[in-house]
Protein backbone atom coordinates (compact mmCIF):
# COMPACT_ATOMS: atom_id res chain seq x y z
CA UNK A 1 0.00 0.00 0.00
CA UNK A 2 1.53 3.33 -1.14
CA UNK A 3 1.86 5.69 1.60
CA UNK A 4 2.90 9.32 1.63
CA UNK A 5 3.50 11.53 4.57
CA UNK A 6 4.46 15.42 4.09
CA UNK A 7 5.91 17.77 7.08
CA UNK A 8 7.94 20.48 7.63
CA UNK A 9 4.93 23.38 6.86
CA UNK A 10 4.60 26.48 8.78
CA UNK A 11 3.84 29.73 9.37
CA UNK A 12 7.01 31.76 7.83
CA UNK A 13 7.40 35.77 6.80
CA UNK A 14 7.92 36.51 3.34
CA UNK A 15 10.94 35.77 2.10
CA UNK A 16 11.60 33.67 4.45
CA UNK A 17 12.47 29.60 4.10
CA UNK A 18 10.95 26.15 4.50
CA UNK A 19 11.48 22.57 4.23
CA UNK A 20 8.81 20.24 3.07
CA UNK A 21 9.58 16.29 3.30
CA UNK A 22 7.48 13.70 2.09
CA UNK A 23 8.18 10.40 3.20
CA UNK A 24 7.06 7.23 0.91
CA UNK A 25 6.23 3.74 1.90
CA UNK A 26 4.86 0.62 0.39
CA UNK A 27 6.16 0.88 -3.04
CA UNK A 28 9.76 0.71 -4.62
CA UNK A 29 10.57 4.69 -4.31
CA UNK A 30 13.89 4.62 -6.40
CA UNK A 31 11.89 3.31 -9.16
CA UNK A 32 9.56 6.15 -9.36
CA UNK A 33 9.08 10.11 -10.41
CA UNK A 34 7.91 12.33 -7.24
CA UNK A 35 5.86 15.50 -7.62
CA UNK A 36 4.85 18.28 -5.44
CA UNK A 37 1.82 20.02 -5.90
CA UNK A 38 -0.09 22.85 -4.07
CA UNK A 39 -3.35 24.35 -3.56
CA UNK A 40 -4.35 27.28 -2.44
CA UNK A 41 -7.88 28.35 -0.62
CA UNK A 42 -10.28 28.74 -3.57
CA UNK A 43 -8.42 27.73 -5.88
CA UNK A 44 -7.07 24.21 -8.63
CA UNK A 45 -4.58 22.27 -7.63
CA UNK A 46 -1.21 23.67 -9.07
CA UNK A 47 1.70 21.74 -9.94
CA UNK A 48 4.90 22.77 -8.57
CA UNK A 49 7.53 20.38 -9.79
CA UNK A 50 8.93 17.11 -9.82
CA UNK A 51 11.89 14.94 -9.61
CA UNK A 52 12.65 12.05 -12.18
CA UNK A 53 13.45 8.45 -10.30
CA UNK A 54 17.05 7.28 -11.62
CA UNK A 55 18.94 10.43 -12.40
CA UNK A 56 17.23 12.75 -10.00
CA UNK A 57 16.79 15.36 -12.10
CA UNK A 58 14.33 18.08 -11.19
CA UNK A 59 11.72 20.42 -13.10
CA UNK A 60 9.46 23.50 -12.14
CA UNK A 61 6.83 25.18 -12.38
CA UNK A 62 7.73 28.92 -13.68
CA UNK A 63 6.10 30.45 -11.11
CA UNK A 64 8.29 28.50 -8.34
CA UNK A 65 11.74 28.15 -10.66
CA UNK A 66 14.82 29.77 -9.16
CA UNK A 67 13.09 29.65 -5.35
CA UNK A 68 11.91 25.98 -4.98
CA UNK A 69 14.61 22.84 -4.45
CA UNK A 70 13.35 19.29 -5.03
CA UNK A 71 15.73 16.66 -3.88
CA UNK A 72 15.59 12.83 -2.86
CA UNK A 73 16.93 10.78 -1.01
CA UNK A 74 16.55 7.34 -1.91
CA UNK A 75 18.27 5.61 0.97
CA UNK A 76 15.62 7.52 2.97
CA UNK A 77 12.51 6.61 0.76
CA UNK A 78 11.98 11.06 1.10
CA UNK A 79 11.43 13.54 -1.20
CA UNK A 80 12.05 17.11 -0.08
CA UNK A 81 10.96 20.56 -1.36
CA UNK A 82 13.65 23.63 -0.36
CA UNK A 83 11.26 26.93 -0.54
CA UNK A 84 13.18 30.42 -0.80
CA UNK A 85 12.46 33.40 -1.24
CA UNK A 86 8.70 32.92 -0.18
CA UNK A 87 5.94 34.86 -1.20
CA UNK A 88 3.18 35.50 -0.09
CA UNK A 89 1.08 33.80 -2.69
CA UNK A 90 3.01 30.54 -1.61
CA UNK A 91 0.91 30.02 0.56
CA UNK A 92 -1.18 26.88 0.28
CA UNK A 93 -1.48 23.57 1.50
CA UNK A 94 1.81 21.78 -0.34
CA UNK A 95 1.14 18.04 -1.32
CA UNK A 96 3.13 15.34 -2.53
CA UNK A 97 2.44 12.57 -4.95
CA UNK A 98 3.44 9.09 -6.89
CA UNK A 99 2.14 7.49 -9.98
CA UNK A 100 2.35 3.60 -9.12
CA UNK A 101 0.89 0.65 -10.98
CA UNK A 102 -1.52 3.13 -12.82
CA UNK A 103 -2.45 4.54 -9.87
CA UNK A 104 -1.64 8.17 -8.19
CA UNK A 105 -1.67 8.50 -4.59
CA UNK A 106 -1.75 11.16 -2.48
CA UNK A 107 -0.22 12.75 0.78
CA UNK A 108 -2.48 14.69 3.60
CA UNK A 109 -1.25 18.07 2.49
CA UNK A 110 1.07 20.09 5.00
CA UNK A 111 0.25 23.77 5.33
CA UNK A 112 2.29 26.73 4.67
CA UNK A 113 1.62 30.32 5.27
CA UNK A 114 3.20 33.05 4.05
CA UNK A 115 2.34 36.10 6.13
CA UNK A 116 4.02 39.07 7.49
Known amino acids: QVQLVESGGGLVQPGGSLRLSCAAS????????MQWYRQAPGKEREWVGL????????KYAASVQGRFTISRDNAKNTVYLQMNSLKLEDTAMYYCNAYVNGEISWGQGTQVTVSS
Open 51 to 58: VSSASSIP
Open 26 to 33: GFTFTNYV
